[in-house]
């Protein structure tokens, strides 16, 4: 884990649960999928990717600001998007190299 002025940053899905399990505010969350190696393309495994903490979003609710999903898995990052938005939570989808971009756009609107 390496923190960053104001922000935590993790490789890990657990221990990114386990952060948002004690912090009772978050304005981003930047989540990807594919957090190790060639497992995280295997149709179906869950855990230690981006979608186990979209899970536990989903039966936890906690207060954030907005949620990015930066992954670039075509077939990852639409369903955990769409399990974000069904929960309610304000998410977008964007690559890293498009987020200036979308940022800017928000702001204009």
């Known amino acids: 884990m390496s923190f960053h002025p104001s922000s935590i940053v993790t490789s890990s899905s ?5 952060i948002l399990s004690c912090i009772k505010k978050v304005s981003y969350l ?3 999928h594919d957090l190790f190696g060639e ?14 903490v979209v899970e536990w979003l989903e039966h936890n609710r906690t207060n ?3 949620i990015v999903v930066h992954s670039r898995n075509g077939i990852a990052a639409p369903v955990m998007l769409d399990r ?9 989808g ?8 979308q940022f800017s756009q928000q702001q204009r609107t």
């Open 84 to 92: 974000l938005l069904k929960a309610n939570y304000s998410a977008i």
């Open 14 to 18: 657990t221990s990114m649960i386990e």
């Open 64 to 66: 954030i600001y907005q």
């Open 39 to 52: 497992a995280a393309f295997i149709p179906g495994i869950v855990k230690g990717t981006g979608m186990e």
């Open 30 to 32: 930047f989540l990807d």
């Open 94 to 101: 964007c690559p890293f190299p498009l987020l200036v971009l």
